[in-house]
């Protein structure tokens, strides 16, 4: 267990669940909010029991973002890149490197870094009430954790301007059909359908999934040259994983394969 409430941690089924807990505050980051997530993220790097994250919220909203009593300009004028350089990169970083899978749970309002988080996810899956808000243009600032990279890749650049730049709600089915997320479920099927996705991912080829999810992050950046080099080099590695064998031999024998993560 982490020592702060503010972001619960269970372990089940190698699937470790992190959820944010400030709900009067519909999840709205503190310093100490960011530290416990980082704490979790990096229990799910340094641990190989771990071979998958479910990230989610607790009560009626995911996450508002920022506190913005947190960031009062009254006490002074702050320095949000020092926040950003800070608290938020960190976690977003940890996410996007941790070679196992991430599946958010968007269970209600995702806004400001709290939409952007859910989107750096690797499959995200949102209830069907919930809506992603790129709040950031209503109080002068700039979409932060990723958002302004992730958002065009995601939707393209015209739909990622219109998001960010008038701040409208988009409601989860709508995010689903323009491949912001993976899917909108029914509110009350959410957790148990994000749960059984987890736990299916993480009685997986621990090793193939994580270098799967290396590759096609490094494909924003690379030639196709440079990304068949990649495959060939990862393809390697792959082929000499307990898992591999495992996989080849269940269906030879035509029984489920059994995966270790090694
Ligand atoms: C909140 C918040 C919140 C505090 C709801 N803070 N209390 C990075 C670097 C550093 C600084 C700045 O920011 C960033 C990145 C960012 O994330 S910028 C974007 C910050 N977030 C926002 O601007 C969103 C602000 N919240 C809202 O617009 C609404 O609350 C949404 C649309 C999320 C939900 O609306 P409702 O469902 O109508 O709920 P509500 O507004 O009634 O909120 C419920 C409570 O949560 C309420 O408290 P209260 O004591 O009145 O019940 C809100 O004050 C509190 N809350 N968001 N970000």
Redesign the pocket.
């Known amino acids: 267990m982490s020592a702060s409430t503010t972001v619960l941690q269970t372990f089940a089924d190698s699937v470790l669940s992190l959820t944010l807990n400030r709900p009067?505050?519909?999840n709205?980051f503190n310093e100490e909010m960011h530290l416990a997530l980082r704490a979790g993220l990096e229990r799910a790097h340094r641990d190989d029991a771990v071979r998958a994250v479910l990230l989610t919220g607790a009560g009626r909203?995911f996450c508002?973002?920022?506190?913005?009593?947190n960031?009062d300009p009254r006490n002074g004028t702050?320095d949000?890149g020092h926040?950003?350089d800070t608290f938020?990169n960190p976690n977003v970083r940890l996410i996007r490197s941790l070679e196992k899978p991430v599946v958010c749970a968007v269970n209600g309002?995702a806004?400001?870094?709290?939409a952007n988080i859910a989107i750096a996810c690797d499959i995200t899956l949102a209830a069907r009430s919930a809506r992603f808000?790129q709040?950031?243009a209503?109080?002068g600032?700039v979409p932060?954790c990723g958002g302004t990279w992730s958002l065009p890749r995601l939707v393209g650049e015209a739909r990622a301007k219109a998001l960010a730049l008038t701040g409208e709600p988009l409601a989860a089915q709508t995010a689903a059909d323009w491949g912001l997320i993976w899917r909108a479920v029914d509110d009350d099927a959410l957790m148990e359908e994000a749960m059984a996705l987890a736990t299916r991912l993480a009685a997986g080829p621990t090793r193939g999934l994580g270098m799967t999810k290396r590759a096609i992050q490094a494909a924003a950046t690379n030639s196709l040259d440079q990304q068949l080099d990649l495959e060939r080099d990862l393809q390697r590695d792959a082929g000499r994983s307990a898992d591999y064998a495992e996989g080849v031999i269940a269906f030879l024998e035509k029984r489920k394969p059994k995966f270790s993560g090694r």
Do not use: H, M, N
Not at 64 to 69: E, I, N, R, T
């Open positions: 009067e505050k519909l709205a909203g508002a973002g920022q506190d913005l009593g960031r702050p949000l926040t950003l938020y309002v806004a400001g870094a709290g808000i709040a950031f209503k109080i600032l932060d």
